[in-house]
């Protein structure tokens, strides 16, 4: 009866948005000022839609290397999102509780291009929300290399997630250094998620702190490098337990992916991500244990139907991910060997309308997947989204989820269940001064 209560909130929710353009907002799942395992799903933040192109058009789905244009001059740069969320959970030790929350996250920051090969540039971001128990969020400055909560910074901080200094070496390479935004999706339309690097999703403030390094080839591959440096408690990026960066040989992990957008028959995006993070998963679960290298490997595509930009048109997406080595069952509590396999399949039809969007998505992540910023770990997702991009902000996004663990813990009287609806907004902003675009050779 729950459930269907709630698809029928849902449906009245749809109904009015659809119609009459309400803008409201949302988080998903667990809202800031969670703990431990209960980390907050992302999304997209989608800017003006360009009807004329093929792209999944997203602030929030570019890294910083990809904002940046050779130009001189300063760009202002932010964006504000409101949340509205409405959740329901049957807990693992029998009992239930439901939720709302309502709050915003907000990014403001500048890049100065002292020349068009040499950028500077700094962001900060916060997050405020106010609970169904009245409690809300106190504002609080810092500056770590690790993120205060397994989601990021908890409800209330503030913090640069971008400090940076970027060059330009040549026509088709970019190298970013410092505290950067990075972030290797599925461009599925409605959906843009990852099963393994996506900073700040949703309304997350996450970030990565070392290197970005990219290389654009004319065959429209793009090949990236990025070293991260974490902090003995923890890193700045969504890493799920038991991985552990105490030891000296886990400070420093390598990302390699390689990536093309550009239209192959039907296919309009492939990609294949190599993560290795070494010394840094506990295999038993225990810090004084034993300790391996954690790799994990992702392949992602995205096709669409009919080729052509304009008008109704569909995207199918698929993304697969495999770590060869899990942590024991002891260490997240299964009685069977944990999985590290960990899949998602979306398809969105764009453009019912012009700017009207619905798309469905389902996901499995295996227990010894631990690197989604999205997913957890042993558990299954089903989601339904509307999402209206009209020519002028903001962009609104709707949906109804339902997640549950696949397997049954080890210590819980039942499989946990989590039933959400949100509503979200986005607005955001860009100003340019004195920028002027370098020559062509």
Not at 220 to 241: E, F, I, Y
Not at 284 to 292: I, L
Not at 377 to 391: G, V
């Amino acid at each position: 009866m729950g459930r269907l209560k709630l698809a029928a909130r849902a449906a009245l929710v749809w109904l009015i948005t659809g119609c009459l353009g309400i803008v409201v907002a949302e988080p998903g799942g667990t809202v800031p000022g969670n703990t431990g395992e209960e980390v907050r799903d992302s999304d997209s933040m989608p800017g003006a839609y360009d009807y004329d192109s093929d792209e999944t058009l997203d602030i929030d789905t570019d890294s910083t290397v990809d904002t940046i244009e050779e130009t001189s001059g300063w760009k202002l740069k932010g964006d504000f999102r409101p949340i509205a969320d409405h959740q329901e959970t049957d807990n693992r030790d029998g009992g239930s509780i439901t939720d709302n929350a309502l709050g915003a996250r907000f990014r403001a920051g500048a890049d100065l291009g002292v020349t068009p090969n040499l950028h500077l540039g700094a962001r900060l971001a916060g997050t405020c929300f106010v609970f169904t128990d009245g409690t809300g969020c106190n504002p609080d400055f810092i500056v770590q290399l690790d993120a205060p909560t397994a989601s990021g910074l908890d409800n209330g901080q503030i913090t640069f997630d971008e400090f940076y200094m970027l060059l330009h070496k040549q026509e088709h390479s970019d190298v970013a250094i410092g505290r950067l935004q990075t972030r290797f999706v599925l461009r599925a339309g409605v959906f843009a998620r990852s099963l393994d690097r996506n900073d700040s999703s949703n309304v997350n403030v996450t970030w990565t702190d070392g290197l970005h390094a990219v290389y654009r080839a004319r065959n429209g591959w793009k090949s990236n490098l990025v070293l991260q440096r974490n902090a003995a408690d923890g890193s700045g990026s969504v890493r799920r337990n038991p991985l552990d960066f105490a030891s000296s040989r886990a400070r420093n992990t390598w990302f390699i992916a390689f990536e093309n957008e550009q239209p192959w028959g039907n296919i309009v995006q492939r990609g294949f991500d190599i993560s290795y993070l070494p010394d840094s998963l506990l295999k038993n679960g225990v810090a004084n244990g034993r300790r391996e290298d954690y790799w994990g490997f992702v392949g992602r595509v995205v096709a669409r139907w009919p080729r052509k930009y304009t008008g109704m048109h569909l995207r199918l997406g698929a993304e697969a991910g495999y770590a060869p080595e899990t942590p024991t069952a002891s260490a997240v509590n299964l009685t069977g060997d944990p999985q590290g396999f960990a899949w998602d399949v979306s398809a969105s039809l764009m453009d019912i309308r012009p700017g009207h969007h619905f798309g469905v998505q389902y996901a499995r992540t295996g227990a010894g997947w631990l690197l989604s910023p999205q997913y957890r770990p042993n558990e299954e997702m089903l989601e339904f989204r509307y999402q209206w991009r009209p020519p002028r902000q903001p962009v609104i996004d709707m949906r109804i989820r339902w997640r549950k663990d696949i397997r049954l813990l080890s210590d819980a009287v039942r499989k946990r269940r989590v039933a959400d609806v949100y509503l979200r907004a986005t607005w955001h902003f860009t100003h340019y001064r004195r920028m002027e675009k370098r020559a062509e050779p």
